[in-house]
């Protein structure tokens, strides 16, 4: 990893240490989120392994209730502290999710809500690599992705800067 691309993870990293409750306030609650969590949750067995990158913790409350085996990237330190008392059942990592080492083959599905978009578009491709190798055969990918061109710093999103 570069040092901007480094620099870029920090930053979001950063930023989210300073907004984690009024995220958690804002975004906790999707239900096109939920619904399609559903829906990978109908698509796989019980107790299957669920790699959780970066996504909100109600992502990990939803897929641990689905009776998965979860485990949950985030380079916040304060997402992952929240995400920890709420989600007692799944495992924490503070992580970057473009540095992080995790198993290959180890992953029946990899959800992934709001982090990719964070990520400067040549390293997209990068990241789904990554996945990729963290998923099984067969093992599906949930991921948002972003509906605009938009790819850079936002001076205000949620009052601090962000990319």
């Known amino acids: 990893m570069d040092k901007a691309s480094a620099d870029i993870n920090q930053l979001v990293a950063r930023g989210y240490d300073r907004i984690a409750d009024r995220y958690l306030e804002r975004y906790s609650v999707s239900a096109v989120r939920s619904q399609k969590l559903a829906e990978l949750c109908e698509g796989l067995p019980a107790h299957a392994r669920v790699l959780s990158a970066a996504a909100p913790a109600s992502v990990a409350r939803q897929l641990v209730d689905c009776s998965f085996v979860v485990t949950d990237v985030d380079a916040s330190a304060s997402q992952i502290e929240r995400a ?46 990554r996945i990729t190798g963290w998923l099984k055969s067969g093992g599906r990918l949930l991921a948002s992705f972003g509906v605009t061109p938009f790819d850079g710093y936002q001076a205000g999103w949620l009052g601090i800067a962000m990319f």
């Open 84 to 129: 920890r008392r709420n989600v007692l059942e799944a495992q924490f990592i503070a992580a970057d999710m473009m540095a992080v080492e995790l198993p290959g083959c180890a992953f029946d599905a990899v959800a992934a809500f709001y982090s990719i978009t964070h990520l400067p578009r040549d390293e997209r491709s990068d990241v789904l690599k």
